[in-house]
């Protein structure tokens, strides 16, 4: 018999989480009739309002809304940034693809860095990829984890380079008690569906340079100029990654939920953790600041890949939806190897570009991050939202532990 036989609560946060006060905020829109923010004055525009939000929570000068999710603000932090044609940018090997295509999309070449069993950047191999090319590093806190981010500014700033934070799920993460996106000299959020919450797509771009604001909010909307004519904005194309009223309110209303959201789900994990500790041959995941992680995830390790396949198959037998990080039956985006068009270096552009403009000659490889591997390879990782309370941890726990017996005796 299962150890777990009712349904446990899932992984989705925000999501989940959609009432009646975000079917209010949209309706609040949709009555007013006035879909484009720029049409509504700052103080009742839903979008400048969410900004504010930010920069209040953050403690920073400069928040930009974005549209498009986290990629459009990836885009317009790296264009704000300066970072551009055949400038190197360190990424680490576990995260979204989304990552790598801004760093394309801008014209800068991805350089792809280890993870450790944080499931984020190792800071002992960054240094190794820098060349007098390199203008920035993406540390990303990965899955609710926080970077060590005193380890990745120390670098930046021996090596004069500019730190983009790519919160894209960690949003409501912190590290010795500063958020996350207020660290680096920029921040990228998302808030697209399956993110912490969410305005269906979305995003933010923090930061504290009035230019690296100016150049964001330029390539965020190729019209800035008009729409704020200030008189200050260095002129050159942009798109269109502009924030709607709609999805601005939903975002708001889901931002008021994030504590209670983070609260759960940082209670579950926590939890977990001190339930599971005591088995030998499981590796917890190293936090760097254990208070401030998101708490989304319960990620824990075995010593082989082997084991961790067992495992895995065992502990859901024992009715716990759970993944192993890295199967290569399953071309997970998340997972370098699965980036096709990065490692194959596809472009839609006929002269090659941004492949052409790298000052050097760039190689990848599937197997080019072998820490990367073995550790996502060995890694168990359970999905946690807010609504996990104590008996259902404590049945997982149950589930983990007997499972530890079969496989260890």
């Not at 079917?23 to 504010?52: C, G, H, W, Y």
């Amino acid at each position: 018999m299962p150890t777990v036989t009712e349904p446990l609560p899932g992984t989705l946060q925000g999501a989940l989480e959609i009432g009646q006060e975000e079917i209010d905020a949209v309706t609040k829109v949709l009555q007013r009739k006035i879909m484009f923010r720029f049409l509504n004055s700052p103080d009742i525009s839903e979008s400048a309002i969410l900004e504010k939000q930010f920069r209040d929570r953050l403690g920073v000068p400069y928040a930009l809304a974005v549209g498009g999710g986290g990629t459009c603000a990836l885009i317009a932090a790296l264009v704000g940034l300066g970072i551009g044609s055949g400038d190197e940018v360190i990424i680490p090997g576990y995260t979204y693809i989304a990552t790598a295509a801004a760093c394309l999309n801008v014209g800068a070449i991805p350089i792809l860095c280890e993870v450790d069993d944080s499931l984020t950047i190792d800071p002992a191999r960054i240094e190794e990829l820098i060349t007098p090319y390199t203008k920035a590093i993406i540390p990303v806190h990965m899955r609710g984890a926080v970077c060590d981010m005193d380890r990745v500014m120390a670098i930046a700033k021996k090596h004069n380079l500019k730190v983009l934070e790519d919160c894209a799920q960690g949003n409501g993460g912190f590290y010795k008690g500063r958020e996350v996106g207020s660290i680096g000299d920029a921040g990228a959020f998302s808030m697209q569906h399956f993110k912490i919450i969410t305005a269906g797509e979305g995003g933010m771009v923090t930061c504290h340079d009035d230019r690296v604001y100016r150049r964001a909010a330029m390539k965020h909307d190729s019209a800035m100029q008009y729409w704020q004519p200030d008189g200050n904005w260095e002129m050159f194309a942009g798109e269109n990654f502009r924030m709607d009223e709609l999805r601005a309110a939903l975002a708001l209303a889901q931002l008021k939920k994030m504590p209670m959201l983070l609260a759960g789900c940082r209670r579950a994990k926590s939890h977990l953790r001190e339930l599971t500790s005591h088995l030998n041959g499981i590796r917890q995941q190293t936090l760097h600041d254990a208070a401030g992680d998101c708490g989304i995830v319960f990620p824990f390790f075995l010593e082989t890949r082997e084991l961790a396949k067992q495992f895995s198959d065992l502990l859901a037998a024992e009715g716990v939806p759970n993944q192993t990080i890295y199967n290569k039956q399953i071309p997970d985006r998340h997972i370098y190897a699965a980036w096709d068009y990065v490692l194959e270096k596809k472009t839609h552009d006929h002269t090659g570009w941004p492949w052409t403009a790298a000052h050097r000659p760039i190689e990848y490889h599937r197997d080019m991050l072998p820490q990367t591997l073995d550790v996502l390879g060995r890694c168990i990782s359970i999905g946690l939202n807010r609504r996990w309370e104590s008996h259902h941890t404590s049945l997982v726990a149950q589930a983990i532990e007997k499972v530890h017996r079969a496989v260890f005796g």
